[in-house]
Nanobody
Framework: QVQLAESGGGLVQAGGSLRLSCAARGVFFEYSRMAWFRQTPGKEREFLAAIRWSGGTTLYADSVKGRFAISRDNTRNRVYLQMNSLKPEDTAVYYC??????????????????WGQGTQVTVSS
């Protein structure tokens, strides 16, 4: 059983930074995949970034490339999302997701079986 718990959300001014953390519990393999998504009311869940549990390979959405960075710390079983140069349109609930099944890094929510409860990020103008 995999459990994910996000933290680190909050209120920040435009141009500021936040680092989200995802605490992962369960069994993971080198080929397991972790990702960050976000969602605003009335919209579909949006892919942001993904990383393999073993590290190295990453994938980013064009909308956040160069501003957001995904990383993981296997010693602490955590995945992070460093968010810089935040904009009001980055306001959303941010979710950590995981799948223990191997494969290419993907952007579809349906490719990830396990989800955290989400953490709210609000960027004021």
């Amino acid at each position: 059983q995999v459990q994910l718990a996000e933290s680190g959300g909050g209120l920040v001014q435009a141009g500021g930074s936040l680092r989200l953390s995802c605490a992962a519990r369960g069994v993971f393999f080198e080929y397991s995949r972790m990702a960050w998504f976000r969602q605003t009311p009335g919209k579909e869940r949006e892919f942001l970034a993904a990383i393999r549990w073993s590290g190295g390979t990453t994938l980013y959405a064009d909308s956040v490339k160069g501003r957001f960075a995904i990383s993981r710390d296997n010693t602490r079983n955590r995945v992070y999302l460093q968010m810089n140069s935040l904009k009001p349109e980055d306001t959303a609930v941010y979710y950590c997701a995981a799948t223990v099944i191997g494969g290419s890094l993907t952007t579809g929510p349906d490719d990830y079986r396990y989800w955290g409860q989400g953490t709210q990020v609000t960027v004021s103008s």
